[in-house]
């Protein structure tokens, strides 16, 4: 299982890197999903989900 998960973040790295370097491909965040998947965590991802929290709730608010 954690070969599969292995080369799986692998694969996903490598689509993500080639979806940024082509303008015809929106998948670029592939990359961050191979990541995640190798155990890498992002450096901003708690101020990413803090963000978008915070956006959730104004809008109910509003």
Request: a positive charge.
């Amino acid at each position: 299982m954690k070969l599969t998960k292995t080369i799986l973040g692998i694969l996903l790295i490598i689509l993500g890197l080639l979806a940024l370097i082509t303008p015809f491909t929106p998948g670029s965040w592939l990359a961050f999903v191979g990541l995640e998947l190798l155990g890498v965590r992002i450096a901003f991802w708690e101020k990413i989900k803090e963000y978008l929290f915070r956006k959730n709730r104004d809008r109910r608010d509003s």
